[in-house]
């Protein structure tokens, strides 16, 4: 069971880069409610596209079979939800409720499905 967390990390850093660099290109210009200071956008922008490579990695290690891709998704998984909060109350004084349930779906989601997932972690290299 590799494809599924491996595409779904994959999926994850994707779209989590593309909005790391429209944060870091645009600015506040991405969207009117931002309230954050330029500097606080602009690093916003940098920590969703670390979570985007290190996503991409753990996917890439996932689909591999390497045990290190599984753990690294668990970490990044983590991570994810984690700077979602950061990112929320950088941009808009406070994380949002919608994106923080959203984000503690796909999170939960992810670890489950790489931590009970024995096709992710089958390998040893």
């Known amino acids: ?10 999926l994850l850093g994707l779209a989590r880069g593309l909005g790391g660099v429209a ?5 506040a210009g991405v ?3 931002i309230t954050g200071t330029p500097a606080a956008v602009r ?9 985007a490579g290190l996503a ?11 045990r290190w891709g599984a753990w690294l998704g668990i970490v990044t998984s983590v991570l994810f939800f984690v700077d979602g909060l950061l990112t929320g109350t950088l941009l808009y004084g406070a994380p949002r409720a919608s994106g923080t349930v959203v984000n503690a779906i796909i999170a939960l989601g992810l670890v489950a499905l790489l931590f ?10």
């Open 43 to 51: 690093f916003s922008g940098l920590t969703l596209c670390v979570v």
């Open 31 to 33: 969207d009117t409610g």
């Open 116 to 125: 009970l997932g024995r096709g992710a972690r089958s390998g040893s290299r």
């Open 56 to 66: 991409i990695v753990a996917g890439a290690g996932v689909w591999t079979r390497r």
């Open 23 to 27: 944060l870091v290109a645009n600015g």
């Open 1 to 10: 069971m590799r494809i599924l967390p491996a595409i779904s990390l994959l």
